[in-house]
């Protein structure tokens, strides 16, 4: 019988693999039959366009890898950032008019740049604090929790709207 060394890391990167591997269903299914057009509105007043929200999925992951990997290496750190963030709204409006398969090029290597991350940890990582900006002294885990489980995951559910 082998034991998972680490289950709540394991745990992790079910949840994130799960979103990964919906977003791509999309991605290779029901997305590949929308007009282009429809890539680029907005499907309300103030909201994302479906290519603006896939090209922040697309920038979410390896920008979380890496405050992850931060904060492992240097604990009580700043951790995250804010909406206002200048790299977030840079990648959403440098990649707001990419086309479906530059989001089906692009999505592999940032999944695959978390994954690599959340592998390198170990549960006792879950615990070591850092500092954000908005939500003060947490753990890991909740960090985790808070911006890649359930942000992936609210992400991929605005994809699978109706866009048409």
């Known amino acids: 019988m082998t034991t998972i060394s680490n289950p709540r890391i394991e745990a992790i990167r079910q949840h994130v693999s799960s979103s990964y591997q ?4 999309l991605v290779n299914g029901p997305l590949t039959a929308l007009e282009p057009a429809r890539f680029y509105q907005p499907p309300a007043p103030g909201e994302w366009t479906l290519m603006e929200n896939l090209a922040h999925v697309i920038e979410i992951m390896p920008y979380w ?3 992850i990997a931060g904060l492992v290496a240097a604990p009580g750190q700043k951790f995250g950032r804010t909406m206002e963030h200048e790299g977030r709204l840079r990648a959403i409006k440098e990649h707001r008019t990419d086309n479906l398969e530059q989001v089906k090029s ?5 999944y695959e740049h978390l994954d690599q991350v959340l ?3 170990k549960d006792s990582d879950l615990e070591l604090t ?3 900006s908005k939500f003060g002294e947490r753990n890991l ?3 985790i929790d808070e911006f890649v489980v359930r942000h992936l995951a ?3 559910s605005q994809v699978k709207q ?3």
């Open 22 to 25: 919906e977003l791509l269903q």
């Open 65 to 67: 890898a890496d405050e």
């Open 106 to 110: 692009a999505l592999p290597g940032s």
């Open 119 to 121: 592998r390198s940890l």
């Open 130 to 132: 850092g500092h954000h």
């Open 141 to 143: 885990d909740w960090f």
């Open 154 to 156: 609210a992400h991929v």
């Open 162 to 164: 109706p866009h048409g």
